[in-house]
């Protein structure tokens, strides 16, 4: 190429031609996709605009541009295989896109990329191929339009435009829904490249599968809606949909055979050869671990940035799985010290400018890192040996895949990931049970409580009510726009029923007792949103004649709300006009620990450091529950500092301001955003405090005016939540009363009990110990004088077998340390004998001691043996050393028995 461009620049130069011709620049969502339940990672620039696609958001711009973080190593889309084993493949990588919503169609879009492609990054000419769509079976109209459009493009060689079938050239984002034929860009990067010219079956040529052309480009058009497997139905507005391969055209332009060879990833790879301290030719003949570590240190870098640290579970399981993988590939070359940390400084680096959620976690991540290696080399050793014996052990049996219980029970117990146990095994041309690894997975979740992965939202039944939210709108009894949902302001609602659902079907009219769901035209229910649970209450009608009891409210698809609950009195019809009313008490309850959750994260990011970020949160009527990253266990004096601190802030009476923002001003005033979280355009912010807010976040929940109305803060718990995650638990308002008031009569009782007053209770309870202690020392004392007494009495009686002493004792409540006082006693007493003693303690517990003089330890008598043998019989166990044993049981009578007839046992 003849101009030289960094990766950055690339990006950059990107986003500005777009943005000449009329884009809005739209930053990068998280990797972690916010309302899209069937999605682990972020894995396309379309994900966040899905909703604008389906037609159930709106935005105020009609072009965008981006550059997307995505993921891909997990589920449908799986590039973890070939990551490492080719120069192509990541599990992180960045997606170039433009967007049309309504606006511009083929004849731009296809201009555009030449233009820039060509024009402006000078890519060779005739050396890019483009495809268009031609359905295979006849059924769909060929995309002829997309083919004229290429013909008008300057200097394009008409042979170079190619159509192709269904598989690589039409778009489906599901069974049904938007679709449309797409054309992609090609770049020829030379015969050379071809990897299959001795394959005498190949033709080389563009989708044939080998490395010499490369796909850069895939513009997508959205022309269709498929209601059905054999039905499309044209679109009213058509949309356009491209994505470019970051990598990829960085790798064109810089003229490298390999991503990995461009400026994004050499400098990592570069790091990992001077640890190695191997040379470059060494690294060029053994390149798969570099590619691997510079791969997966990237990509656990962007995931802890965006909150995914290691876990056990979904997301977590996979910055943990990629770490240890990466960790693994590393020792190949010698790094067997914590290295990732050192990799990712090269990220933050490299990435920060167009992704500054890497610097502001510049810390959590090599933290993070740096913990999880440690954490695996501790167990990596002993994992990889007990694979190598299972790898034995299938060898000589002939078998070449192991048993994915197996392989889940290294990983619970070794820390060995399933795809390390599958490295390993491939290298030996083995195979693993994958399926058998996720079952054993599932199962040991559930058992160990920790339920499905994903919450209530979305699920089962989303596509029953997407459709019937379709049909609602149709039928005009619902806006385009859905319901009319605002809970800030309607806390008592007149409203009409749109629709009604009765066993998963929709109804005209439901009675009572019947357990159903209502839709209403406009509701103030709350819904679980941002960790806030959603609101109950009443739904009336006729003046509380028929009354509905709301249990549960949820949006089980874009648009719709349901009130799940059952009919307490009378019946409902649709087009009824009711009124909603929200358990009002029960609302504010909420809100005062909403509110207070705000005050919470502020205060531990002040008390404990900015690295503190909100992990989980759940804010229920009855407590909030925190959950915040942290590598330890708050001391006691910080869960002090912290919960006084928010009191204070209570009393301070702030007024809460809350403001409608663009997103992008609410970042930039350093307001806080949460992980996962999908925010729109425009923002709701809350603050609190005045001149720069101490507490500023970006929240859809519901709040109290002004911060007095919390009342009291009480943290109740501090624990651990998950590796590097705290989690705090607190309570606030009539909770915090109930709480306080309940200790105050509890310490109230202890006074009444100690005779005291409350300001004395602490010094009385030390007293009173420091008396109990006393008293069981004495008691003690007593016991051990009673009990040399009865050995004293034993000893009169002793047996003389032989010219032996033999004597048995049975004590009781007495102590182990007494009895081996009585053993001593009994080898200085006498010069050749055998004691047994024994101690009750409490019904069926007996304690058992024998001693055997020194003279007779010689001749082969051993007290070891003679207590293994009385245990035994009195239905326990013991042993030790010929010179004193120690055991117990249970049976007294036997022993008393065994006690009289004692010469017989030796
Ligand atoms: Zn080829
Ligand atoms: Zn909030």
């Known amino acids: 190429m003849s101009r030289s461009l960094s990766g950055n620049q690339i990006r950059q130069e990107f986003i500005d031609f777009f943005k000449e011709k009329g884009h809005q620049f739209v930053p990068s969502s998280s990797l972690v996709p916010g309302s899209d339940q069937t999605l682990l990672f972020t894995n396309a620039g379309m994900v966040q605009f899905k909703d604008v696609f389906l037609g159930t958001d709106k935005r105020n711009y009609t072009r965008a541009v981006n550059s997307q973080k995505c993921m891909r190593v997990a589920g449908k889309h799986n590039d973890l295989d070939d990551v490492g084993r080719d120069d192509l493949h990541h599990t992180f990588f960045e997606m170039l896109g433009n967007w049309s919503f309504g606006d511009y169609y083929k004849k731009e879009a296809i201009a555009w990329a030449w233009e820039l492609l060509t024009h402006k990054w000078g890519l060779d000419k005739s050396r890019i191929w483009v495809t268009c769509f031609k359905d295979e079976k006849g059924q769909i109209e060929a995309d002829q339009e997309a083919a004229d459009n290429w013909q008008l493009q300057p200097g394009i060689n008409s042979d170079h435009i190619l159509f192709f079938g269904r598989k690589d050239n039409f778009w489906e984002m599901a069974d049904t829904g938007p679709c449309g034929p797409c054309s992609e860009i090609h770049f020829d990067k030379g015969l050379e490249y071809c990897d299959k010219q001795n394959d005498p079956k190949h033709r080389c040529g563009v989708n ?307 357990k159903a769901g209502i839709m209403l035209s406009k509701t103030g229910f709350y819904i679980e949103s941002g960790g806030q649970v959603s609101d109950l209450g009443l739904i009336n009608s006729e003046k509380g004649k028929n009354v509905f009891e709301v249990e549960e409210v949820r949006k089980p698809a874009p648009g719709i709300i349901v009130h799940f609950g059952k009919v307490r009195k009378g019946k409902f019809s649709v087009n009824d006009m009711v009124t909603a009313e929200v358990d009002q008490k029960r609302r504010q309850d909420i809100t005062r620990n909403h509110t207070a959750t705000h005050l919470l994260h502020a205060q531990l990011r002040k008390v404990l450091g900015e690295h503190v970020r909100q992990a989980g949160s759940l804010v229920a009527p009855d407590r909030l529950r925190f959950d915040f990253t942290h590598p330890d266990a708050l001391s006691s004096e910080e869960i002090h500092q912290v919960e006084d601190g928010v009191n204070q802030e209570v009393l301070n009476n702030y007024t809460l301001t809350i403001a409608q923002k663009k997103l992008s001003q609410a970042l930039d005033e350093g307001a806080m955003a949460l992980f996962g979280e999908k925010y729109g355009e425009e923002v709701r912010t809350i603050s609190l405090g005045g001149g720069k807010p101490f507490s500023y976040e970006l929240c859809s929940g519901t709040h109290v005016n002004e911060t007095s109305e919390i009342g009291s803060f009480f943290i109740t718990s501090e624990a651990s939540a998950a590796a590097g995650i705290r989690r705090i638990e607190a309570v606030t308002g009539r909770k915090a009363y109930g709480l306080m008031s309940m200790r105050l009569q509890q310490l109230s009782a202890i006074k009444n009990l100690f005779k005291c007053s409350l300001d004395e209770i602490v010094s009385t309870s030390e007293k009173i110990l420091a008396e109990k202690g006393h008293l069981l020392k004495e008691l003690a004392k007593f016991g051990s004088i009673a009990a040399k007494n009865e050995y004293q009495a034993a000893k009169s009686r002793a047996l003389i077998l032989d010219g032996k002493s033999v004597v048995t004792l049975l004590l009781k409540d007495s102590s182990i340390d007494t009895m081996r006082e009585l053993a001593d006693s009994f080898r200085q007493d006498f010069s050749s004998g055998i004691a047994v003693i024994a101690n009750m303690v409490g019904p069926g517990n007996i304690q058992l001691i024998s001693t055997v003089t020194d003279d007779l330890v010689k001749k082969g008598i051993s007290a070891g043996i003679l207590i293994k043998k009385i245990s035994g019989e009195i239905g326990g166990s013991g042993g030790g050393r010929p010179q004193l044993a120690q055991g117990g049981g249970t049976n007294l009578p036997k022993l008393k028995e065994i006690f009289e007839n004692i010469h017989k046992y030796l």
């Open 208 to 514: 044939s599968d080998c490395h010499r052309y490369l796909e850069l480009w895939n513009l997508v058009f959205i022309q269709y809606n498929r209601t059905s497997p054999i039905k499309l139905e044209p679109l009213p507005s058509k949309h356009v949909d491209t994505g470019m391969g970051f990598e990829r055209i960085v790798s064109v332009i810089q003229g490298v055979d390999s991503n990995y060879r461009t400026d994004l990833l050499l400098p990592l790879i570069e790091m990992v050869r001077q640890l190695s301290g191997q040379s470059e030719k060494e690294r060029d003949e053994n390149f798969t671990p570099y590619r691997v570590v510079a791969d997966h240190a990237r990509a656990a870098s962007f995931l802890i940035a965006d909150g995914v640290v290691p876990g056990n579970v979904g997301r977590n399981y996979i910055c943990r799985m990629i770490i240890r993988r990466a960790s693994r590939f590393g020792s190949k070359l010698g790094l067997n010290e914590p290295f990732l940390g050192k990799i990712a400084e090269k990220v933050i680096e490299q990435y920060s400018l167009a992704y500054p959620e890497l610097e502001k976690n510049h810390k959590t991540i090599i933290d993070n890192l740096t913990r999880e290696e440690e954490r695996f080399q501790t167990t990596v050793e002993s994992g990889l040996a007990y694979l190598e014996d299972a790898i034995l052990a299938l060898n000589s049996k002939g078998i070449t895949q192991l048993n994915g219980k197996l392989a889940f029970d290294l990983y619970a117990t070794h820390g060995l990931p399933l795809e390390i146990t599958r490295d390993v095994l491939r290298e030996k041309n083995l195979e693993v049970d994958q399926e058998g690894f996720y079952n054993a997975m599932e199962e040991h979740r559930i058992n160990s409580g920790a339920g499905k992965e994903f919450g209530p939202q979305g699920g089962e039944d989303a596509e029953f009510y997407s459709t019937l939210g379709d049909q609602l709108r149709k039928t005009s009894r619902l806006e385009n726009k859905g319901v009319q949902y605002d809970p800030y302001t309607l806390s008592t609602t007149e409203s009409e029923i749109v629709g009604l659902v009765f066993e998963q079907e929709s109804v005209k009219q439901i009675s009572e007792g019947q």
